[in-house]
């Protein structure tokens, strides 16, 4: 069931725009049909992040018609032989390297006249003299058939007024920005209970609203006492909100800490989407803070003690599409420690520079697992080769002498070529020849070692001389996005064969 999700907070400044244009993002690379609506008619902006050409083909947001010229025509519609579609107040907004779109609805053409009609729209006479309230459950259930997620950014301050649609009769969801400080707090927490308040008094069929709080711009580096005290204080005053979807098996405060948005100075300049700038799995960035979220809206607020158990099941079951044709590909990294050491950590550079390029070349994410000591190598492992066949999964040995001494190597170099059989591929091993090893260049002597007579056969990045150029140099660029060329072109293969 498709749902209506308004992003309130009390008080602006506090990011509440750029979460709705991120969950946005990523709910649409999920597979879900979204449409994103600018309704802080006083002060739009949302279109603001989808006007840089590197993530979407959008131009002159600003120029189009908008939330406001569509309320304002059913106030004319008497005068109209056609009554107006909300359809053609849409822009189209395609994401950069993927097949995914967002229809966004801006809130109208920013010009002088803009801000007059702003201040001069009279709800109550819409409401009371224009049929607006059934205009505006028209447009619900419309939406409601149309897209899975409608995301509303809302007004701040008080929503008696214009503002007071999109928090009261229009959502399934409010979801609740509240800052470190008692202004953003008590004012937060005021206005979604009064808005829950008036929802009772509608004359339209309607479940109890559900209230998300979110506390935002909590800075990690700030002291852990200072984030814990006003992780309290915001508890204390939005516990209540909890209690209409949030089962008595989770912790309120270990939701409220899983789901904190945190301050980020970079993205404190401009508009940015930071689900497509940097990686979305390092913990403290915004952009796994992001995932969280939308991985709560999509999941539709149910089984939230998995986000606490198994945050990755949680995610992953967020998806709508296909899994095994839209899983999220990555890769193991099997290599010697010490020759990473020897190395000075070339290999672990290695590592992130192919993540990097493969993000380039292919618009998504590539995480390249690369310490077996790590817990998620062991959770990603049985997750995804143990206990599936999964055919968005590589593994990228690093081929020196030491390489086939070592059991964890030859181990899972065995475990890859079994899965490939059991798949039918010859593209999932993609092996970087780092070292020369004199028996891979001995016909002969291959078949002493059956897994040496095996990566022979292979296309190999070569890297014996590379390893001694800057990652900096031409050729070792050109190398990098040949291999993650390959690794584009196997997942694309995954896709044709479904």
């Known amino acids: 069931m498709s749902q209506i999700v308004t992003y309130y907070s009390f008080r602006g400044g506090v990011g509440r725009s750029m979460a709705l244009a991120n969950t946005a993002v990523l709910l649409a690379r999920w597979g879900y049909k979204v ?51 909300w359809r053609d107040y849409v822009v189209s907004v395609k ?45 619900r259930g419309e939406w409601k058939s149309v897209y899975d997620f409608v995301l509303i950014d809302s007004r701040t301050g008080i929503t008696d007024d214009i503002g007071g649609i999109c928090t009261i009769q229009l959502p399934d969801i409010l979801v609740l920005f509240i800052p470190p400080n008692e202004q953003g707090i008590s004012g937060s ?7 829950s308040v008036a929802r009772q008094d509608l004359p339209f069929d309607r479940p109890k609203l559900l209230t998300v709080p979110i506390a935002t711009r909590f800075d990690f580096d700030n002291g852990s006492q200072q984030s814990k005290y006003w992780l309290t204080q915001c508890l ?63 999941n539709k607020l149910e089984n939230v003690v998995e986000l606490r158990e198994s945050r990755d099941n949680y995610v992953r079951a967020a998806f709508k599409l296909d899994r095994k044709r839209h899983q999220l590909p990555l890769a193991f990294m099997s290599y010697v420690r010490l020759d990473d050491e020897y190395e000075n950590g070339q290999l672990t550079e290695f590592r992130k520079r192919l993540s990097a390029e493969v993000h380039l070349q292919t618009g998504r994410e590539f995480p390249i697992f690369q310490d077996r000591d790590d817990i998620q190598w062991g959770q990603k492992w049985q997750e995804r080769i143990e206990k599936s066949l999964d055919e968005v999964t590589f593994l990228i040995p690093i081929i020196t002498p030491t390489f086939f001494n070592s059991s964890n190597c030859r181990r899972e170099l065995e475990y890859f070529i079994q899965r490939e059989k059991k798949l039918r591929r010859n593209d999932l091993i993609l092996p970087v020849y780092y ?47 040949d291999l993650a060329v390959q690794i584009r072109d196997a997942l694309e293969r995954v896709t044709q064969t479904k």
Do not use: C
Request: glycine share 6%; no cysteine.
């Open 236 to 298: 204390e005053k939005a516990a209540g909100f909890y209690t209409d979807w949030l089962p008595a098996a989770m912790n309120q405060m270990d939701l409220l800490e899983i789901t904190k948005l945190p301050y980020k100075a970079h993205y404190s300049f401009g508009e940015k989407l930071a689900v497509m700038e940097e990686s979305t799995l390092d913990p403290s960035s915004l952009g796994y803070a992001y995932v969280t979220l939308a991985a709560l809206i999509a």
């Open 189 to 195: 927490v005021r206005m979604a209970k009064q808005a």
């Open 35 to 85: 449409l994103a609506i600018d309704w802080d008619l006083e002060a739009p902006g949302l279109g603001n992040y989808f006007q840089d050409e590197k993530y979407a083909d959008l131009q002159q947001v600003s120029d189009h018609r908008g939330i406001v010229d569509l309320l304002y025509s059913i106030s004319d519609i008497q005068n109209k032989s056609k009554k107006p579609s």
């Open 435 to 481: 070292v020369d090893y004199p028996l891979l260049n001995d016909e002969e002597k291959q078949g002493a070692d059956i897994l040496a007579q095996e990566i022979a056969t292979r296309q190999l990045a070569d890297w014996r001389r590379l390893r001694f150029e800057p990652y900096t140099s031409p050729q070792v660029r050109k190398t990098l996005a």
């Open 95 to 139: 994401l950069q390297d993927t097949e995914q779109t967002i229809d966004l609805l801006p809130p109208g053409q920013i010009n002088s006249e803009y801000f007059k009609k702003v201040r001069n729209f009279d709800v109550h006479e819409f409401y009371l003299n224009r049929g607006g309230g059934y205009f505006i459950e028209a447009l």
